[in-house]
């Protein structure tokens, strides 16, 4: 849900009416995809997500549905809810496929017999289900807090040294690098995407650096390739100084579209 | 403000649908002569979906106030479709009677789904003092 605010800019006041406007454009709602094998008995997580504001759930009950959802449509977080075991199985095998995705893992018991040290490797945090109501729901309005996005970020406009512009929906982001690298272009890449913005840098039609959020070089690419919405742009001549691919552009291609077909034989497609 | 009652009831009543409309596809696929090959994933699916149905259609119904009428029905089309290939072999008649209960089971639902939305959008702008104020002075139905 979008919401729209209009205010004041600063030094309109006095005896000048205040006809300069800025439209802010405020992204409020967090989409929350929650994995729960059990929703109808199992769901004193699911009451204090129902009751929080501007948060947005979508129930799956099985983890090739949840890869097809994540697949389709962007969320903020997954959140795993079951077994302790079962549960952190699903969110490491999530993980997998998904590289940058925030997960929590809803167990009974958080105990290191249970868990291991799979949390930490993965990067998942685990919130214990059988707390009190309140405690449980005080530790879930802070997680569905630190997702919280930053505000404001205004659109981009058509700038003359974008010498290609385009949209996911219509070429994935392996067709234009493809088309990219076989051209030898040098340059870089930026995909736009509510996820968040990436950059991929390529020098004489070899990926030379690819960034997104924390991840960095192969790992970012792959997180890139996922992408089916969003929009990109190419700006001709930029080049890193970093480089943190140094595999050839086909070896990549392959590499990830294995990856790919691998995430959707998950969901049966 | 929200209400935890009703958002529980649309929770439920939305996995409910879920489950209703993705019984009715491999309903469909099975009736579709034309479509010979019924997987053995088809027939997985089905059943999950119909245990379910099975294990959660009492508790929903009981909590919506919609047991005493809906029930049955539902029951009576879970009983039919035993599996996808079950439900190729049944018979005209019986394939009739178990649409027109598969419908009366989603049409009421999607009922019972729009009027919680609808007090929902009303809850919606309104604050938690006002609400029980509204309440107190017998000006709006509770949401449960």
Known sequence: ?269 | MKDKELETKLRLLTLQLDNWKRLHDLITYGLDKAKPIISSEQERLFTEIRANLLQETEHVFKKLNVLGELSGKAMNVLQRASSVRGVRELSGDEIRRMETEWNMVFTKLGVVQGQLKGLRKDLAGRTFLGYQLNLLLGRLTPAH
Request: aromatic share 6%; hydrophobic share 40%.
């Open chain 1, 1 to 269: 849900m979008a919401e729209v605010e209009v205010r004041n800019c600063p030094g309109t006041s006095g005896k000048v009416p205040a006809l300069k406007r800025t439209v802010v454009i405020t992204i409020v709602e967090t989409r929350l995809l929650i994995l729960n094998a059990d929703p109808v008995f199992q769901d004193k997580a699911l009451a204090i997500f129902d009751m929080m504001d501007k948060v947005e759930t979508r129930i799956v009950r099985t983890l090739s549905e949840a890869v097809l959802a994540l697949l389709g449509e962007n969320f903020d977080a997954f959140v795993v809810e079951g077994e302790s075991t079962l549960a952190l199985e699903q969110a490491t095998n999530a993980r997998q496929h998904f590289p940058s995705l925030k997960i929590i893992c809803l167990v009974p018991d958080l105990s290191e017999e249970k868990t291991g040290r799979v949390p930490d490797q993965q990067n998942i945090t685990l919130i214990s289900s059988e707390q009190s109501t309140h405690g449980l729901d005080r530790e879930l309005k802070t997680f569905v807090h630190s997702l919280e996005k930053p505000t404001g970020t205004p659109a981009e406009g058509i700038d003359p040294c974008h010498s290609l512009i385009g949209n996911l929906n219509q070429f994935t982001a392996a067709e234009i690098l493809q088309m990219s690298c076989l051209s030898q272009r040098s340059g870089r890449f930026t995909f736009k995407s509510s996820r968040g913005n990436s950059e991929i840098y390529l020098q004489h039609g070899a990926v030379r650096h690819a960034a997104f959020g924390s991840l960095e070089g192969e790992s970012a690419v792959a997180e890139i390739f996922r992408w089916r919405q969003g929009r990109f742009y190419f700006e001709e001549g930029i080049i890193s100084q970093v480089q943190t691919v140094d595999r050839p552009w086909a070896h990549l291609l392959i590499d990830n579209l294995q990856k790919l077909d691998e995430t959707l034989e998950l969901v049966g497609v």
